[in-house]
Nanobody
Framework: QVQVVESGGGLVQPGGSLRLSCTASGNIDSIFAMGWYRQASGEQRELVAQLSSVSAPKFGDFVKGRFAISRDDDEKTVHLQMNNLIPDDSAVYYC??????????????WGKGSPVTVSS
């Protein structure tokens, strides 16, 4: 079993920054992708940022250069640095890891979510 745990959410003023972290642990053969989605109240879940072993980094259109995603050398921890936050960035941010013995056998594991509120 694979566990995914997020940390770093909270309340921030507009224009501020937050750094979210996410660590995958447990019975992991290989991790093929890690990243973040977010879901605001009443909205669909949307991609924020993703790092993959088989493709270039991906970001949601709304990011517009404000966010950066990075990965530790152990490749089991990713960080999402969010700058110049706006109220529309308020949402629950979910981390996921796609892991398995092979890419074809891999599946996604999700964290429980980390709330982010951007408000003055």
């Amino acid at each position: 079993q694979v566990q995914v745990v997020e940390s770093g959410g909270g309340l921030v003023q507009p224009g501020g920054s937050l750094r979210l972290s996410c660590t995958a642990s447990g019975n992991i053969d290989s991790i093929f992708a890690m990243g973040w989605y977010r879901q605001a109240s009443g909205e669909q879940r949307e991609l924020v940022a993703q790092l993959s072993s088989v493709s270039a980094p991906k970001f949601g259109d709304f990011v517009k250069g404000r966010f950066a995603i990075s990965r530790d050398d152990d490749e089991k921890t990713v960080h999402l640095q969010m700058n110049n936050l706006i109220p529309d960035d308020s949402a629950v941010y979910y981390c996921y890891a796609r892991a398995g013995a092979s890419a074809r056998e891999s599946r996604e594991y999700w964290g429980k979510g980390s709330p982010v509120t951007v408000s003055s």
